[in-house]
Nanobody, 125 residues
Framework: QLQASGGGLVQAGGSLRLSCAAS????????MGWFRQAPGKEREFVAF????????DYSDSVKGRFTISRDNTKNTVYLQMNSLKPEDTAVYFC????????????????????WGQGTLVTVSS
């Protein structure tokens, strides 16, 4: 089970940190990802972190502004979002890999087995 939180309303240029708390299995053995879906658009990949935390990957649209991290002692993955833009407005979803200890970037939704409920991020101009 995945529970995303931390969304809200922020002005352009501001920051937010999203959290995704996991339960139900050994969190540290699985890669995690963040996706987002803006109104009227398809869901898109945002960021990936490997099971050990050393391997990360980002979409071009957020690279340099967003940072994904994880704390396996807290069973939580984070998405630090800086320099937010109105085009970052979307519902953000965290997702967990269903395969054990994969460490290469997973960029498509069908590569993930479990999904959180989403948290809304709204960036005003």
């Amino acid at each position: 089970q995945l529970q995303a939180s931390g969304g809200g309303l922020v002005q352009a240029g501001g920051s937010l940190r999203l959290s995704c708390a996991a339960s139900g299995r050994t969190f540290g053995n699985y890669a995690m990802g963040w996706f987002r879906q803006a109104p009227g658009k398809e869901r898109e990949f945002v960021a990936f972190i490997g099971w050990g935390g050393s391997r990360t990957d980002y979409s071009d649209s957020v690279k340099g502004r967003f940072t994904i991290s994880r704390d396996n002692t807290k069973n939580t993955v984070y998405l630090q979002m800086n320099s937010l833009k109105p085009e970052d407005t979307a519902v953000y979803f965290c997702a967990a890999d269903g395969s054990l200890r994969r460490n290469w970037p997973l960029r498509t939704g069908d590569q993930y087995a479990y999904w959180g409920q989403g948290t809304l991020v709204t960036v005003s101009s």
